[in-house]
């Protein structure tokens, strides 16, 4: 397994609709392992391919809050079927975002329909965490952030402030 670099906004990669996968074999396993192993030392609870640069409909996730209880999903071509009307609030972060949280309203449970590690077709309704969760992967893999539920004002901020931290970054030599 191999830790991969993630994308930092802006950057055009991130707003790019990815596009779904033809078949689930050992070579995307070993893309949704390196993918789980990134998405753990960032750390995070999420990961869509497309910050790490590939444009595959592809989601890793592990809400699980005990180092040792890891109980990671693995999503290939996950389609929301069901949005509840309610809504919820939660803090949320993106590491293609480093630094920068805001509270985002969003239905508050969700069903998808996608396929597993191992190829077979599945389902699950979500709520909580893993909702909010899963609603903001998928929307990595339509090209949309989540400031982009924010103002105008706050998002150029955020963007103006990425913006300093890669050049700041870029000028570390190592
Ligand atoms: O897309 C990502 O970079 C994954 C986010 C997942 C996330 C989605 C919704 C709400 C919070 C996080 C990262 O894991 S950001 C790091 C993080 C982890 C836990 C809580 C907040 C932020
Ligand atoms: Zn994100």
Redesign the pocket.
Known sequence: MSKKQ?IIEPDPILRKKSFDLEKVDDELRKLMDDMLET?YA???????AV?IGILKRLIV?DISKEENKKNPLFLVNPKIKYKSENTSL????????PGH?AE?ERPAECHIDYIDYKGKKKSLKADG?LA??IQ??ID?LDGVL?IDYLSKLKKEMIIKKLIKHKKETSKIIL
């Open positions: 993630i998405m960032a750390p995070g609870i999420g990961l869509a910050q996730i939660y803090e949320e972060g993106c590491l293609s975002l949280f985002i965490l909010t969760c903001h992967e990595h989540f």
